[in-house]
């Protein structure tokens, strides 16, 4: 099944066309890893798609149901998270605190007693334990260093619930025992049955985690496939050796 | 008989009335990035809602019009918020416009109070005289102590607002980052919404307080605005602490200012120590 698909999406930005009538599907529970060289609109793709930057042209569908457009503001709704390349905390509070102001239930009581407390509290020590930031709970995010930012940016989309993960370069710039934690991550979330879209450069990190491949130049679709058969195709081969 | 004791009782009463004004100033900065002029309005406004009740149900608690006031106040501004500010919002105004619309909406809401009570001078106590403690030295009046209590309990309410509850939190999210705070499934309009109605409340207190303690005016609010917003830039714009910070700085340097030349050069202290900060400091006391 297809929980994400796009129609002949575009996004220009005056003069570029970052996405050039790019129809592909996601499918529903699995890994998909999207690749391409530099500039080739995988971020434009999740900006699109978590409403960030409006598109331009074409249709996009989530679980089947086309949406007009797809705003900041819905996509939670449409249980739909991501990180960012360049990572975007809530920088003046705590580590825990970014995670709490999402756990927590948002409604008019609610935000004025922070119920359920102890439950998200629960919560929130769970998924800093599992990316190794409990120790520095307490630390605003803004202090942190690259990679435990990296982390606590997974950590907080984890605490959203949702079903579709978009990671845009998660790997980038770890070491290699925080490249494990997210590993981790990845694999957890494929076990329980999410949709994970994941952009990535490094092929291993992609053989050894990724289902399927959408491979992107240009803003276009250049292949899309079960990962070990895209990936040795010509196209995409020349695509990476002619960068 | 030394002067300092009145002058330092004077400077925290002017702190107090300038932090009620910028304590939501800032508030309202912090989540929506822009200089709502229209703040000041909303104090005028508070000011003559409880004029108005007062005036019109003889013998009504002096405690229950005022409430009644604040809350006006608080509905005034959400309801702001939600007709024009948010309108814009939604047609990706820049800031400069939000400001140049607040400031349309001041003189709006300035106008109508002088068509319904006149531009003439308004006391809110009905002539009766304040009772005036004597404190180390000081006359104060019992507004001032009042006017002084509010705005140290009010800030260190805001401050606990944002720091311990969920509204709290959601307001610093959209503070750092409204973007990401939508995407994480915050309802930022909302939270939006509450920061108009809570910042305009306190102001419209300030309002009041000033109805009570010098009396009411519809120009009141451009005064009383100019100093909130000096406070906010002097003390730091968007946080509690540079309000009440900003607030006690401005109060004390415009009282202290005047201590050997005459009171009219109060502004002109008050706008140095702008130009000053600003050109010195600009990030204010405290840096956000
Ligand atoms: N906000 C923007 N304004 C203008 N142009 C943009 C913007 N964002 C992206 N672009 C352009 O769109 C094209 C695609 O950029 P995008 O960031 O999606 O590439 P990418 O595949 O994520 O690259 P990388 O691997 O370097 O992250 C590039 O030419 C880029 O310069
Ligand atoms: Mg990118």
């Keep these: ?243 | 008989m030394s002067i300092l004791p009145q002058l330092i009782a004077n400077s925290l009463i002017a702190a107090g009335t300038y932090a009620l004004i910028a304590l939501g100033f800032n508030l309202i900065y912090a989540a929506t990035k822009f200089f709502n002029l229209a703040h000041g309005a909303m104090a005028t406004a508070g000011g003559y809602a409880a004029f108005f009740l007062l005036q019109s149900f003889v013998g009504i608690n002096v405690v229950l019009a005022a409430a009644l006031g604040v809350l006006f106040a608080g509905l005034l501004g959400w309801a702001l918020d939600r007709a024009v500010y948010r309108e814009l919002r939604k047609r990706k105004a820049s800031n400069t416009v939000l400001l140049v619309a607040s400031l349309g909406v001041f003189t709006v809401i300035q106008a109508v109070i002088a068509m319904i009570f006149t531009s003439q001078f308004q006391t809110l106590s009905g002539g009766a005289a304040d009772s005036v403690y004597q404190i180390g030295g000081a006359a104060v009046t019992e507004t001032q102590v009042i006017m002084i209590a509010a705005a140290v309990a009010i800030a260190a309410g805001l401050g606990l607002l944002l720091k311990k509850t969920l509204l709290g939190k959601e307001v610093r999210a959209v503070s750092d980052d409204e973007e990401v705070a939508k995407i994480v499934g915050i309802n930022t309009e909302r939270v939006i919404g509450w920061v108009f109605f809570i910042g305009s409340a306190i102001a419209g207190l300030g309002g009041i307080l000033v109805g009570f303690d010098t009396g009411l005016q519809p120009t009141m609010g451009m005064s009383l605005l100019l100093r909130g917003v000096i406070a906010s830039i002097v003390g730091g714009v968007g946080t509690v602490y540079g309000a009440a910070a900003g607030a006690l700085l401005l109060g004390f340097v415009e009282n202290f200012g005047i201590w050997k030349i005459s009171g009219e050069w109060k502004d002109a202290i008050a706008f140095s120590l702008l130009i000053v900060f600003l050109v010195f400091r600009p990030q204010g006391i405290f840096k956000r």
């Design chain 1, 1 to 243: 099944m297809l929980i994400l698909e796009t129609k002949d999406l575009s996004k220009r930005y005056d003069g570029v066309a970052a996405l050039d009538g790019l129809s592909l599907g996601i499918e529903a529970g699995a890994v998909t890893a999207v690749i391409g060289p530099n500039g080739s609109g995988k971020s434009t793709l999740v900006n699109v798609l978590s409403g960030v930057a409006p598109k331009t042209g074409g249709r996009i569908a989530v679980s089947g149901v086309a949406l007009g457009r797809i705003t900041a503001s819905d996509v939670a709704a449409y249980g739909i998270t991501r990180t960012f390349q360049e990572v975007r905390l809530f920088n003046q509070m705590n580590v825990m605190e970014n995670l709490l102001v999402v756990l927590t239930e948002k409604n008019v009581f609610g935000a004025i007693l922070e119920r359920h407390a102890e439950k998200h509290a629960r919560r929130a020590e769970e998924l800093l334990r599992k990316v190794n930031l409990w120790e520095k709970r307490s630390e605003l995010a803004g202090g942190l260093s690259y990679g435990q930012r990296k982390l606590l940016e997974i950590a907080r989309a984890l605490a959203s619930g949702a079903d579709i993960y978009l990671f845009d370069e998660p790997f980038a710039g770890l070491f290699p025992e925080m490249v494990k934690i997210v590993e981790g991550v990845l694999v957890e979330l494929r076990r329980e049955g999410k949709t994970v879209v994941l952009i990535e450069h490094n092929m291993d990190l992609i053989r050894a985690l990724a289902d399927r491949v959408v491979v992107l130049d240009g803003g276009k679709l250049l292949a899309e496939g079960a990962t070990a058969a895209t990936l040795g195709r010509r196209e995409v081969l020349e695509a990476y050796l002619g960068e």
